[in-house]
T-cell receptor
Framework: EAQVTQNPRYLITVTGKKLTVTCSQNMNHEYMSWYRQDPGLGLRQIYYSMNVEVTDKGDVPEGYKVSRKEKRNFPLILESPSPNQTSLYFC????????????FGDGTRLSIL | AQKVTQAQTEISVVEKEDVTLDCVYETRDTTYYLFWYKQPPSGELVFLIRRNSFDEQNEISGRYSWNFQKSTSSFNFTITASQVVDSAVYFCALNNAGGTSYGKLTFGQGTILTVHP
């Protein structure tokens, strides 16, 4: 089954404790991206990757890192999480570019205390 | 810069009413794509439609229709004879395919639609 898989689905952690949210897709997609969803603000793009080893900042990259060492994986790293990063996070992918329909993961709800 | 505005935060209707969700966008590029996505209460994000900037033809798919007007920079979404299953958050999104920000996908704030039985 074609899918985008995020882990974990839920996480409660404390300020400053490094965490990684994994994202993996099995559709051989080149384009992958991360978003955060907050009430009243909609979805905001954090980082995107056009292909392996090619990543770029979205609209809200501060406090986040990403890497794209393999085509299928695009982890989101919070090196020193803070409470303002408490949010619902989505990973998405598409065949080659953002102008194609995006396939989204099921979301990861992060709570940082 | 690209921007999407969905001014309607929440809309509440009774089943069988028609409802229109507004989307206004800003871009300096001539080549761009517009999208609508649906997020039902279960939380997943589902693609509904994509239009490119060179195709202003309106589209109808069952009870759903979309009105794209470049003159007003709008891409509105109408649900005819709404049903309870239409209750969801709806997002409009924009990609500037021809500009320096071609890798970005910008979403609006979302409109929460509640359809009451």
């Amino acid at each position: 089954e074609a899918q985008v898989t995020q882990n974990p689905r839920y996480l409660i952690t404390v300020t400053g404790k490094k965490l990684t949210v994994t994202c993996s897709q099995n559709m051989n997609h080149e384009y992958m991206s991360w978003y955060r969803q907050d009430p009243g603000l909609g979805l905001r793009q954090i980082y995107y990757s056009m292909n392996v080893e090619v990543t770029d900042k979205g609209d809200v990259p501060e406090g986040y890192k990403v890497s794209r060492k393999e085509k299928r994986n695009f982890p989101l790293i919070l090196e020193s999480p803070s409470p303002n990063q408490t949010s619902l996070y989505f990973c998405a992918s598409s065949l080659t570019a953002p102008y194609q329909p995006q396939h989204f993961g099921d979301g990861t709800r992060l709570s940082i205390l | 810069a690209q921007k999407v505005t969905q001014a309607q935060t929440e809309i509440s209707v009774v089943e069988k009413e028609d409802v229109t969700l507004d989307c206004v966008y800003e871009t300096r590029d001539t080549t761009y794509y517009l999208f609508w996505y649906k997020q039902p209460p279960s939380g997943e994000l589902v693609f509904l439609i994509r239009r490119n900037s060179f195709d202003e033809q309106n589209e109808i798919s069952g009870r759903y229709s979309w009105n794209f007007q470049k003159s007003t920079s709008s891409f509105n979404f109408t649900i005819t004879a709404s049903q309870v299953v239409d209750s969801a958050v709806y997002f409009c999104a924009l990609n500037n395919a021809g500009g320096t920000s071609y890798g970005k996908l910008t979403f609006g704030q979302g409109t929460i639609l509640t359809v009451h039985p």
